[in-house]
């Protein structure tokens, strides 16, 4: 009675959809807001299985943080909202490792060192093979997206790379790994990717 309908996401209060992903202290939370924070929170390897780091977040700081993410978005919205079809902003970046990746076939060992954007998609839609501006401090270039990882919580990033077998297309209010074509120094955290 009322077991499910009363219950509503203690971060944005949504009463839609499954309330079931837990944080620390069984705190649970709605499947929107695990997408919104799941970048962040890769799996780990431990033995032959995975930990998913993200259950050990925090309620007040996975509040905190989704509060942050959506401040950013409203100030990216209102920056470049109206001149692109498609905005992501850059929570971190890291290089694609150089070793380990044989099991992928050579079309993924030759993306080893390449620079990988975990980006928030803000806007719209982003898919592997677009064409992409990068907005940084003082600089914009245009690149391409090599490969398109959904962060989905499943798999680690390289596991994932090896696999091959993801989408690769990122819809609003989630996140993404982006293999860039740029070298290292080109992408930042904080930086933007835009499309159209
Ligand atoms: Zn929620």
């Not at 069984?26 to 799996?43: D, T, W, Y």
């Not at 409203?74 to 990746?101: C, H, I, K, Q």
């Not at 980006?119 to 501006?133: A, H, L, P, T």
């Not at 297309?169 to 835009?194: F, H, R, S």
Request: net charge neutral.
């Amino acid at each position: 009675m009322g077991l499910f309908s009363k219950k509503s996401c203690p971060i944005c209060g949504g009463k839609t959809g499954f309330i079931t992903y837990r944080l620390a202290g069984n705190e649970k939370i709605c499947q929107s807001c695990e997408k919104m924070l799941r970048g962040r929170f890769n799996l780990v390897r431990q033995g032959a299985a995975f930990r998913d780091t993200l259950n050990d977040l925090d309620l007040c700081r996975a509040k905190q943080m989704t509060e942050e993410m959506k401040a950013v978005q409203r100030e990216d919205l209102a920056r470049f909202g109206n001149t692109y079809t498609g905005v992501m902003s850059v929570l971190e970046t890291f290089s694609v490792p150089t070793v380990g990746l044989d099991e992928g076939g050579p079309e993924i060992t030759a993306l080893g060192g390449r620079p990988v954007a975990l980006g928030f998609c803000e806007k719209g839609s982003f898919k592997q093979g677009d064409f992409v501006r990068i907005i940084g401090k003082d600089c914009k270039k245009e690149t391409v997206i090599l490969k398109l990882i959904p962060c989905t919580g499943a798999y680690p990033f390289e596991e994932e790379l090896i696999a091959g077998v993801h989408k690769t297309e990122c819809t609003e209010n989630t996140n993404a790994w982006l293999i860039l074509d740029l070298e290292k120094d080109e992408i930042d955290k904080q930086d933007k990717i835009v499309i159209g």
